[in-house]
């Protein structure tokens, strides 16, 4: 299952990236588009790795950790079953990772400190934003 709080299990999930991804390239319109690669098989095996044997449309999202907008990669350690609920769940992550990656391409934030900061805990940068009590 995944990890307390809404994280992920970080013996599953530490996070990958692209180690040749800049700023300047996820900055870039449509890059996220021409990276993203998880087939079917792959997901199937990070919600075996998860412990998940069954799950309904929409109760999980197999999602990248350190997000492809930060240049995080396709590999299995950066994918993770994420939850829609209870909240936050991965409709807010997904807020996270538009915010970081404003953050990069606004020159506010450097690539590195984005990804340590989703992969480290994206609970907390949801907190910082804003985002409802939990």
């Not at 390239?25 to 199937?44: A, D, L």
């Not at 449309?57 to 999602?63: F, H, I, K, N, P």
């Not at 396709?74 to 079953?81: G, K, R």
Request: hydrophobic share 30%; aromatic share 8%; glycine share 10%.
């Amino acid at each position: 299952m995944p990890g307390p709080g809404g994280l992920q299990d970080k013996q599953c999930t530490p996070g990958a990236i692209f180690p040749d991804a800049t700023a300047r390239q996820i900055c870039r319109s449509g890059y996220s588009k021409s990276v993203r690669n998880v087939p079917v098989s792959v997901k199937n095996q990070v919600y075996a790795e998860y412990g998940i044997t069954h799950h309904s449309t929409g109760q999980y999202e197999v999602d990248h950790l350190i997000s492809l907008e930060l240049g995080g990669s396709n590999d299995i350690a950066n994918l993770w079953p994420e939850a829609a609920s209870p909240t936050p769940g991965f409709h807010q992550k997904d807020q996270v990772e538009n915010y970081l990656h404003d953050q990069v391409c606004s020159g506010k934030m450097d690539l590195r400190t984005a990804q340590t900061k989703i992969a480290t805990d994206w609970l907390s940068v949801y907190k910082q934003m804003g985002g409802s009590s939990y």
